[in-house]
């Protein structure tokens, strides 16, 4: 299968491929079961499952290949959450192309679940509403759970800048 010239450009294709592939398969499900089979109960099960599909891909496989993070939210015993963020210390080992595919899809897909959730809003068409909202948690939980592995990273690169002028006006007061 030949890949389209911006997609091949990318420096793992087949991730992108695969970072986009659900979330395309997801709106299918949703637009032809909804708009041409009117058929809810299918419709809302393949749709959850390539939404499912997609959430986990993103977190645990394209986040983590093609922008070097990898984020989870781990529940203890006595109820509190603590998030764990993992990025890559070299940033520019990241190909740029791989980097505006991963951010780019990652922020539009919400986007257009609202869209789609609005317009269903304004249609009175409140039975869709729920599907809806469940993909845009799946969605968002990403985009929050990137968001802050990125801001996560930033503060550790900082820390390791700061901490590389210390050591080297350490170093030049010692010599």
Not at 110 to 121: A, D, Q, S
Request: overall charge neutral; aromatic content about 18%.
């Amino acid at each position: 299968m030949k890949l389209p010239a911006w997609l091949a450009a990318a420096g793992h294709p087949w991730v992108c491929v695969f970072h986009i592939v659900f979330k395309l398969a997801a709106m299918l499900f949703y637009l032809f079961g909804r708009y041409l089979l009117n058929h809810y109960v299918m419709t809302f099960i393949f749709t959850i499952l390539c939404s499912a599909f997609d959430f986990w891909t993103v977190k645990n496989i394209s986040g983590r290949i093609l922008v070097g993070m990898r984020w989870w939210n781990d529940i203890h015993e006595d109820g509190s959450s603590h998030w764990y963020f993992e990025s890559l210390a070299d940033e520019s080992a990241v190909d740029a192309k791989d980097r505006s595919i991963f951010w780019g899809t990652l922020y539009v897909w919400p986007i257009v679940w609202i869209v789609l959730g609005i317009l269903n809003f304004l249609a009175f068409s409140w039975d869709w509403l729920l599907l809806i909202v469940m993909i845009l948690t799946f969605a968002s939980s990403n985009v929050v759970g990137y968001w802050k592995c990125s801001k996560d990273q930033k503060r550790q690169m900082s820390e390791w800048a700061k901490n590389q002028a210390v050591q080297a006006v350490v170093s030049s007061f010692m010599s």
